[in-house]
């Protein structure tokens, strides 16, 4: 198990940007593909963006598509979600997630999540 960390949520303007930091702990980094997922009020949990472990491949829902970037540190333990041109509908509890597999549909640990809010 990998215990994960974010932080980085608020509340920002449609147009605007934000970046999101996950700290991860408990296993080798750099083994671990990692992923951010989100989640709105009455939704079902969606993919975002997952990233391998070394960091040389990565993979983006088309709706987030050139708006934002992942990107990770295995020095440092953390992977990072940059969001620019934020809308309103990406308002969200974003999760980041762990796991070997980074093809997995099912990530193997969490973190608890923090909250986006885009006002229009």
């Known amino acids: 198990q990998v215990r994960l960390v974010e932080s980085g949520g608020g509340l920002v303007q449609a147009g605007g940007s934000l970046r999101l930091s996950c700290a991860a702990s408990?296993?080798?980094?750099?083994?671990?593909?990692m992923g951010w997922f989100r989640q709105a009020p009455g939704k079902e949990r969606e993919f975002v963006v997952a990233?391998?472990?070394?960091?040389?491949?990565?993979r983006y829902a088309d709706s987030v598509k050139g708006r934002f970037t992942i990107s990770r540190a295995n020095a440092k333990n953390t992977v990072y979600l940059q969001m620019n041109s934020l809308k309103p509908e990406d308002t969200a509890v974003y999760y980041c997630?762990?796991?070997?597999?980074?093809?997995?549909?099912?990530?193997?640990?969490w973190g608890q999540g923090t909250q986006v809010t885009v006002s229009s």
């Open positions: 997630a762990a796991d070997r597999n980074y093809y997995s549909t099912v990530y193997a640990s």
């Open positions: 408990g296993r080798t980094f750099s083994n671990y593909a």
């Open positions: 990233i391998s472990g070394s960091g040389g491949s990565t």
